[in-house]
């Protein structure tokens, strides 16, 4: 697996880790007594996601991870257009004969 696809293959595992983060937040937010009108229930689930939102922020685990999601998306982004840049100048060369 070269540098890049396991810079990117490393940002999805963290992706998914912090996905699962913010679910169980959301889901320990969550009242089981909701009333069974929509739109209170739309209002009550946008309140669960700003609470459960405010929960993570304040969960160290959570910030580790979106730091370490940030580096690695940069290492990704780096990677991806180091290699991109390398091919564009190979375009421009003069080839030798």
Do not use: C, I
Request: proline share 1%; charged share 35%.
């Amino acid at each position: 697996m070269t540098e890049q696809y396991k810079h990117w293959h490393e940002v999805s595992d963290r992706l998914d880790a912090l996905a699962l983060k913010l679910k169980l937040h959301l889901a320990q937010a969550k009242d089981d007594d909701r009333l069974s009108d929509s739109l209170s229930r739309l209002r009550d689930g946008v309140e669960d996601a700003f609470e459960a939102a405010g929960n993570a922020v304040q969960d160290e685990a959570v910030r580790t991870d979106v730091q370490e999601l940030g580096r690695l998306l940069t290492d990704a982004f780096a990677e991806t257009l180091e290699r991109a840049g390398t091919e564009v100048r190979q375009l421009f060369e003069p080839h030798e004969r």
